[in-house]
């Protein structure tokens, strides 16, 4: 097996981040970035719009460079093994509703003292912090 890379976006509107609910494994019903894998030949840049695009309908701009994110899950009950290398970007989110699609069941703006109460992918909380801080909130 080898490590499969993949994007995931932090997109802010004003103080609220977007996150999605993952309708499939691994994490599932996990609230978790917008986000997927690279296809061949794909820029990272390219692929972090295309994703967020088709999960949760929404156009990005970016900001700064991507912070990069390692997710390495042994065999278990929820999937196989998995090792993931994540860019994960920064971004504000522009104009338009946020709506579920693709492999998503739900979609939803965050505001930093809601994320305590949802059930969230590891590591996620630091990101967040991360990319608040490359947005200037």
Do not use: N
């Not at 061949?40 to 695009?53: M, N």
């Not at 278990?76 to 994540?86: Q, R």
């Amino acid at each position: 097996m080898t490590p499969r890379l993949g994007v995931g976006v932090a997109a802010w509107r004003e103080d609220r981040v977007l996150l999605v609910r993952r309708a499939k494994p691994p994490f599932l019903y996990r609230w978790t970035l917008p986000g997927g894998s690279v296809r061949f030949g794909e820029r990272l840049v390219d692929a972090a719009a295309r994703e967020t695009a088709e999960e949760t309908g929404l156009a990005i701009r970016l900001r700064g460079e991507p912070r990069i994110h390692e997710v390495i899950l042994p065999e278990g009950a929820d999937a196989a093994a998995t090792h993931f290398v994540l860019a994960v970007f920064a971004a504000v989110a522009l104009a338009g509703e946020a709506r579920p699609g693709d492999d998503v069941d739900a979609v939803r703006w965050t505001a930093s003292d809601e994320l305590e109460a949802l059930r969230l992918t590891p590591g996620l909380g630091d990101l967040l912090a991360w990319s608040a801080r490359q947005c200037g909130l």
